[in-house]
């Protein structure tokens, strides 16, 4: 896939010995980079990684909406959706308690969950150019 970039903690490894799968040991993939890639929908590969994930780039895309299983990465740190067709934040983003950084500008954004606030972590919000009400 030329849009996505992966950064692993093992990489060298990776490249030494290509499948880890006759050791047992799970791919850990921490960063994922689908910036600028046409996409209509948060790419499926994305929850392969949903244990150890802490950097999601979903950036200029088209993507609509956030599915269910995204809020299954609890691991996860820093979401960026900026410039994407996104209409609402769905409720369930108040299960990524880890969330730290979240980019939401560009969008069409008009509130945000009552319940983002359970997102403790969360110190960065950029929702510029969103029209936000509420």
């Not at 999601?56 to 959706?81: G, H, M, V």
């Amino acid at each position: 896939m030329q849009c996505l970039e992966m950064t692993t903690k093992r990489k060298i490894i990776g490249r030494l010995v290509p499948c880890r799968c006759f050791r047992g040991e799970e791919e850990i993939i921490s960063v994922l980079d689908y910036s600028h890639c046409s996409l209509q929908q948060v790419p499926k590969e994305v929850f392969n990684f949903e244990r150890t994930l802490e950097e999601l780039y979903l950036d200029a895309n088209q993507i609509e909406e956030l599915p269910k299983q995204l809020f299954n990465c609890q691991a996860l740190r820093k979401l960026s959706i900026p410039d994407n067709d996104l209409s609402n934040l769905p409720t369930t983003i108040a299960s990524l308690v880890n969330l730290k950084e979240l980019d939401i500008s560009k969008n069409g954004v008009q509130e945000f969950p009552e319940n983002i606030k359970c997102c403790k972590c969360l110190t960065i919000i950029e929702a510029s150019v969103n029209p936000i009400s509420k």
